[in-house]
């Protein structure tokens, strides 16, 4: 199974950008679909973006999109996330994981889950 370790998080103001990193430990890290998802205060964990396993398909949530890009080395082991834009309903903390199987947008589908990563959009 994989482990995972986010990082990049940060305070930025309305209109900033941040990369996020998550790096994975594990031999199936470079067959594994990954996900980001956030989970803002006080709510559910949502699906923001995935990423296949050879990085030939993206998918995003329509929060997201056109706004952030999900991208991996799988010779670093690592993805990211490169959020541009940033709105403060952004604001989150932000979680990696590998897909177990199943639809893409579920967090129940995925495992790995590190600690996350805090994203504060503020003025």
């Known amino acids: 199974q994989v482990q995972l370790v986010e990082s990049g998080g940060g305070l930025v103001q309305p209109g900033g950008s941040l990369r996020l990193s998550c790096a994975a430990s594990?031999?199936?890290?470079?067959?594994?679909?990954m996900g980001w998802f956030r989970q803002p205060p006080g709510k559910e964990r949502e699906f923001v973006a995935a990423i296949t396993w050879s990085g030939d398909y993206t998918y995003y949530a329509d929060s997201v999109k056109g706004r952030f890009t999900i991208s991996r080395d799988n010779a670093k082991n690592t993805v990211y996330l490169q959020m541009n834009s940033l709105k403060p309903e952004d604001t989150a903390v932000y979680y990696c994981?590998?897909?177990?199987?199943?639809?893409?947008?579920?967090?129940?589908?995925?495992?790995?889950w590190g600690q996350g990563t805090q994203v504060t959009v503020s003025s």
């Open positions: 994981a590998a897909l177990r199987g199943g639809s893409l947008d579920v967090p129940n589908n995925y495992n790995g």
């Open positions: 594990g031999r199936t890290f470079s067959s594994s679909t």
